[in-house]
């Protein structure tokens, strides 16, 4: 097998979550263009419409228009997907939530409902693809979103650091509950992200000085989407077939000040 043939995703059936834009978006152009037929999930049906037009080959690919907060739906999802499809052999987990507000104005509620989009939904589409029936025989990959806020922590975002934390140590776990299965699960943490929903919003409210002092904290400048996406292909390929429990860093050195 060549080095070029480690990457190819040819013939993968890959579900991604969250893929109506950002970083989750990007993922599943990246996929199918490295051969993946890509299962897209999210809850906006025109968004995922404008996702699949940017995709290749998109007769091979499907929308599937689900809220991932619905747990008791998950695994009839990815029934309905391998029925048609076939099995699994990758997951994107993309869907995600943040809140800024100081700990003062958190309620109980908020961190209950963050938690529920950001760490159980990815869990219970994991529990749920690891079963024999789901995951493809050779094997799966599985890749959560998390974040640089998930080690490093800021002000005004307990909420979504503790979801990301729980995120990036759970897949630990899992990694090792699940390795004598064939799969592999990663985490993979990004710092900044142009063009993505959760930076447009939060710099809207920044002055041009702390625009200045955001991107001085990156000391490649802020990413793009396909800097995450390339690091997803790479995990779920065979190039990282001795890759699990890892937290993949792609910040741009932020994390290294």
């Known amino acids: 097998m060549t080095s070029q043939d480690l990457f190819s995703l040819a013939n993968h ?18 996929c199918s263009k490295r051969g993946a037929n890509v299962f897209l999930i999210a809850r906006n049906n025109e968004r995922l419409a404008e996702t699949l037009s940017m995709m290749e080959n998109n007769i091979n690919h499907q929308i599937i228009v ?19 499809h076939g099995k699994i ?8 939530s943040e809140l800024i507000l100081p700990t003062i104005s ?23 693809i690891a079963k024999k029936k789901y995951c493809s025989d050779n094997g799966c990959s599985m890749v959560f979103i998390a974040s640089v806020m998930g080690t490093l922590g800021q002000i005004a975002h307990v909420s979504y650091c503790a979801t990301k934390g729980a995120l990036i140590a759970g897949s630990k776990a899992l990694a090792l509950e699940y390795a004598p299965k064939g799969i592999r699960i990663n985490t993979v943490s990004p710092a900044q ?16 000085k702390n625009k200045m ?8 400048g802020l990413g793009n989407t396909q800097d995450v996406a390339s690091a997803c292909i ?23 000040r």
């Open 13 to 30: 059936n890959i579900i991604i979550t969250g893929a109506s834009s950002g970083i989750g978006r990007e993922c599943a152009v990246s």
């Open 66 to 84: 689900f809220d991932v907060v619905d747990f008791d739906e998950i695994e009839g999802i990815i029934r309905s997907i391998v029925a048609v």
């Open 89 to 96: 052999s990758g997951f994107i987990h993309c869907a995600g």
């Open 106 to 128: 958190m309620k109980a509620t908020y961190y209950q409902e963050m938690y529920n989009v950001n760490v159980v939904s990815a869990f219970e589409f994991a529990k749920q």
């Open 193 to 208: 992200i142009e063009n993505t929903a959760m930076t447009d919003n939060m710099l809207a409210k920044m002055s041009d």
């Open 213 to 220: 002092d955001i991107l001085s904290m990156h000391p490649l």
């Open 234 to 256: 790479y995990l779920l390929s065979d190039a990282a077939r001795w890759i699990t429990g890892t937290n993949l860093i792609v910040d741009g050195g932020y994390s290294t």
